[in-house]
């Protein structure tokens, strides 16, 4: 009896497992296997890529008084006309003990500055933690982006919001002791200490740098915006100049400098369809961390097929930026945003969409357009598409088309599954991903 129930329980099982395997053939008969992307927003440049010279207007600061140079500033700042750059001492010794006095003269100032404000007992705590956090955020902003400048700004804030907020949790009671401390040994110094014996003033206003290459007079700032596609060329090719031993660095003058490029006449094109654009931005891949914002000023041909050289104007400035002459530059022209696509999805299939004649009167039109199969369900579905920017291996869809770029007014969405993969597609098949 029990090798009959044994027997009959194997054979339905055998039976429920045929079952199965005719279903799932039937199953793959219906139904197409495809592959997927999902559509997803993206945010690409249309770039031009060219060497670039730089062309500033520059004043050489020397100095000729036999001495030791001391600078006034830690890094790179801008300068008044006629604002102490730099003095000259009899001896390195003396030169030294007057950095370390400035050094300590702006401690002083700080502490004592904080003795003030322990005595007005304004300050919260959550103010200075606030402080803290935003000039550590500051400071980290400034070494990526070479702002040495700022950078000792931002020092010398942090090292005041920290001193500060032990004045509020009581740490201790005030920096008069610390006050003393350095005053001492400002005194001392003064006492072994010589007096500068002349002092270098900037000859115009604008921001000094101890960077000089060579290539400071070799161009002409006011007529760079002038330069034609053959005089680019010549200065990419110049060979610096010897920098004499009595220049100690040079001032930057006028706010706006010129990147001023040679185009092949293939893309000058592109270039005269954005030359009013407000978007165009400067990339320098091996020298800058950000991008620069940039005013096209001209671009020089002698006719619209012609290689031109384009003038591009900024007026950022910083120690990086200060010290570039030729490099290599990633214009971008143009921005696009919208669903991203690879090209492998892209279709072409019949729409149907009800139009209004001449007469309007209203009928149903069919029309072979651009698209993209989508997963709904498990059904695909044929969707129009408009192209606002083709890439070598996808394109760049427009979200929300205007509603002439579109015969049947449907079109991809965000988040959409959109088949890249899969043989004999066409609306309304049934599919497994």
Same mark, same amino acid.
């Given at each position: 009896?029990?090798?009959?129930?044994?027997?009959?329980?194997?054979?339905?099982?055998?039976?429920?497992?045929?079952?199965?395997?005719?279903? !799932?053939? =039937? &199953? /793959?008969?219906?139904?197409?296997?495809?592959?997927?992307?999902?559509?997803?927003?993206?945010?690409?440049?249309?770039?031009?890529?060219?060497?670039?010279?730089?062309v500033r207007n520059e004043t050489l600061?020397?100095?000729?008084?036999?001495?030791?140079?001391?600078?006034?500033?830690? /890094?790179?700042?801008?300068? @008044?006309? /006629?604002?102490?750059?730099?003095?000259? !001492?009899?001896?390195?010794?003396?030169?030294?003990?007057?950095?370390?006095? %400035?050094?300590?003269?702006?401690?002083?100032?700080?502490?004592? %500055?904080?003795?003030?404000?322990?005595?007005?007992? $304004?300050?919260?705590?959550?103010?200075?933690?606030?402080?803290?956090?935003?000039?550590?955020?500051?400071?980290?902003?400034?070494?990526?982006?070479?702002?040495?400048? #700022?950078?000792?700004?931002?020092?010398?804030?942090?090292?005041?919001?920290?001193n500060e907020s032990k004045l509020i949790?009581?740490?201790?009671?005030? !920096?008069?002791?610390?006050?003393? +401390?350095?005053?001492?040994? &400002?005194?001392?110094?003064?006492?072994?200490?010589?007096?500068?014996?002349?002092?270098?003033?900037?000859?115009?206003?604008?921001?000094?740098?101890?960077?000089?290459?060579?290539?400071?007079? %070799?161009?002409?700032?006011?007529?760079?915006?002038?330069?034609?596609?053959?005089?680019?060329?010549?200065?990419?090719?110049?060979?610096?100049?010897?920098?004499?031993?009595?220049?100690?660095?040079?001032?930057?003058?006028?706010?706006?400098? &010129?990147?001023?490029?040679?185009?092949? @006449?293939? =893309?000058? =094109?592109?270039?005269?369809?954005?030359?009013?654009?407000?978007?165009?931005?400067?990339?320098?891949? !091996?020298?800058?961390?950000?991008?620069?914002?940039?005013? *096209?000023?001209?671009?020089?041909?002698?006719? %619209?097929?012609?290689?031109?050289?384009?003038?591009?104007?900024?007026?950022?400035?910083?120690?990086?930026?200060?010290?570039?002459?030729?490099?290599?530059?990633? *214009?971008?022209?143009?921005?696009?945003?919208?669903?991203?696509?690879?090209?492998?999805?892209?279709? #072409?299939?019949?729409?149907?969409?009800?139009?209004?004649?001449?007469? /309007?009167?209203?009928?149903?039109?069919?029309?072979?357009?651009?698209?993209?199969?989508?997963?709904?369900?498990?059904?695909?579905?044929?969707?129009?598409?408009?192209?606002? &920017?083709?890439?070598?291996?996808?394109?760049?869809?427009? +979200? $929300?088309?205007?509603?002439? #770029?579109?015969?049947?007014?449907?079109?991809?969405?965000?988040?959409?599954?959109?088949?890249?993969?899969?043989?004999?597609?066409?609306?309304?098949?049934?599919?497994?991903?």
């Amino acid at each position: 009896m029990e090798k009959k129930l044994i027997k009959k329980v194997c054979i339905f099982l055998l039976c429920f497992f045929i079952l199965l395997y005719i279903i !799932y053939l =039937l &199953y /793959g008969a219906n139904f197409s296997v495809v592959k997927t992307e999902t559509a997803s927003l993206a945010n690409v440049a249309d770039s031009i890529y060219t060497n670039g010279y730089i062309v500033r207007n520059e004043t050489l600061i020397k100095n000729d008084v036999n001495g030791v140079v001391a600078y006034e500033y830690d /890094g790179n700042r801008k300068v @008044s006309k /006629g604002g102490v750059i730099a003095k000259v !001492y009899a001896s390195e010794q003396d030169a030294s003990n007057h950095k370390q006095m %400035k050094q300590l003269q702006e401690q002083i100032d700080i502490f004592e %500055k904080l003795n003030r404000s322990a005595k007005r007992e $304004t300050t919260g705590l959550d103010s200075v933690r606030n402080s803290i956090r935003d000039n550590i955020i500051s400071v980290n902003k400034n070494i990526i982006g070479g702002n040495l400048a #700022e950078l000792v700004d931002n020092e010398d804030d942090l090292l005041f919001a920290l001193n500060e907020s032990k004045l509020i949790i009581g740490e201790v009671k005030d !920096y008069s002791s610390k006050v003393s +401390q350095l005053q001492k040994e &400002y005194n001392d110094l003064k006492g072994v200490t010589g007096e500068a014996i002349a002092e270098i003033k900037s000859p115009v206003s604008g921001y000094f740098t101890t960077s000089t290459d060579g290539y400071e007079k %070799k161009n002409d700032y006011k007529n760079a915006v002038k330069m034609s596609y053959s005089q680019v060329n010549k200065a990419l090719e110049y060979k610096p100049d010897k920098v004499a031993d009595n220049v100690i660095g040079k001032v930057i003058s006028d706010l706006n400098w &010129y990147m001023v490029c040679p185009i092949e @006449s293939k =893309l000058t =094109l592109a270039i005269n369809r954005n030359i009013n654009s407000s978007y165009i931005k400067v990339n320098m891949p !091996y020298a800058a961390a950000q991008s620069l914002p940039v005013d *096209i000023m001209a671009l020089n041909q002698k006719t %619209k097929t012609d290689n031109g050289a384009l003038v591009l104007r900024c007026n950022y400035m910083s120690p990086v930026l200060s010290s570039l002459r030729q490099e290599e530059l990633q *214009i971008d022209i143009q921005r696009f945003e919208g669903l991203r696509i690879s090209k492998s999805a892209l279709h #072409e299939d019949y729409v149907t969409a009800t139009v209004t004649d001449k007469n /309007g009167k209203e009928k149903e039109e069919t029309k072979k357009v651009l698209g993209v199969y989508v997963v709904s369900g498990s059904v695909l579905e044929f969707k129009e598409i408009a192209i606002e &920017y083709s890439g070598d291996d996808y394109i760049i869809c427009k +979200q $929300t088309p205007e509603e002439d #770029e579109l015969f049947s007014g449907r079109t991809v969405e965000l988040y959409d599954r959109v088949v890249t993969e899969g043989s004999d597609l066409y609306d309304g098949k049934s599919v497994r991903v």
